[in-house]
């Protein structure tokens, strides 16, 4: 019954989230092949998972998800902004993401280029012009939203990445690398659900702390799944990391190993959950979702 509940609810927001951001891109008046290209990657089929936390955190403390949505589809522009940039030839050169064509093949790099650009900078514009945010909610979500897809967050996870190809680095090192690349946009997930819905500071405190171990989940299981994982469910080569010679849990730990870490985040992630006053949410199965996933 949980399971029917999970996926129900993940499917009933994909579809809100599509509706959203389909009516916002339908009132943007910018060149038709800069809006072709963006839409490209955000239609890809992607998951949601990040905007889906977001709205899960405002639920663990609140009703209606309406004041909320601006910032999930912000967030979700974000993440995929940095996916069209993460497969250009410069970065880790990829020809496929969720089984199809990446941006810069279906187009041309520069239009690539220019299309995360895009979704960067119309994110900020989406939130700094909801009329349901307070003045004080939008300085709030828009100074954590660049804190964390910027140098001290994702993109300073990013480089730190590329730094660490063809190197040995330890566990302390590797969870650094993707409390910032990973965990930083999931983090600012839960955090502007549960501030959108009043959530005490305290409560806040703990699901942050709950959104490291969360990233961290996340990660492990997508190197799992590089190594072990279906191309055809994956959507994308298998062994790419292998190839690319990045640093991986299961290179520092091996298969089993990196299994074993995975389930002490996991225990971690609980706890805090517990002392968010929010295990009894939807976090709790999507914290087993993103344990389990095979894609």
């Known amino acids: 019954m949980a399971h029917k509940r999970l996926q129900a ?3 009933y927001y994909r579809e809100e989230l599509q509706k959203a951001y389909t009516s916002c891109f339908n009132k943007l008046e910018i060149p038709g092949n800069l809006k072709q290209s963006m839409l490209y990657s955000l239609d890809a089929g992607g998951k949601r998972l990040r905007p889906i936390l977001l709205f899960a955190s405002y639920e663990a403390y609140g009703q209606d998800v309406k004041k909320a949505m601006s910032s999930a589809i912000a967030l979700e522009m974000i993440h995929t902004y940095s996916l069209i940039h993460d497969d250009l030839p410069a970065m880790d050169d990829d020809d496929y993401r969720r089984g199809m064509l990446t941006n810069h093949k279906k187009f ?10 895009a979704l960067l900078t119309y994110s900020f514009e989406l939130i700094l012009n909801d009329p349901l945010l307070t003045a004080d909610e ?4 828009t100074k954590e939203l660049t804190a964390c897809s910027g140098p001290k967050g994702m993109v300073g996870g990013q480089i730190l990445d590329m730094e660490a190809e063809k190197q040995s680095v ?3 090192a590797m ?3 993707h409390a910032l690349k990973t965990g930083e946009l999931i983090r600012f997930a839960i955090f502007a659900g549960a501030f959108l819905a009043n959530a005490t500071d305290d409560q806040v405190r703990y699901l942050e702390k709950y959104a490291y171990y969360l990233g961290l989940i996340f990660q492990v299981q997508d190197d799992i799944l590089d190594v072990s994982g279906e191309e055809e469910k994956l959507g994308k080569r298998v062994g790419s990391d292998e190839l690319n010679e990045k640093s991986t ?3 520092l730990l091996g298969l089993e190993g ?4 995975k389930e002490k985040y996991v225990q971690q992630a609980y706890e805090n959950l517990k ?8 976090l709790k199965a999507l914290t087993d979702y993103f344990s389990e996933r095979d894609h």
């Open 258 to 261: 990196a299994i074993a870490q």
């Open 175 to 177: 969870e650094e690398i």
């Open 108 to 117: 041309d790099e520069a239009t690539a280029i220019l299309a995360g650009d």
């Open 9 to 11: 609810y993940l499917t």
């Open 138 to 141: 939008k300085v709030t979500l």
């Open 170 to 172: 330890s566990l302390e």
């Open 249 to 251: 849990y299961p290179k």
């Open 275 to 282: 002392l968010a006053d929010a295990e009894d949410s939807l």
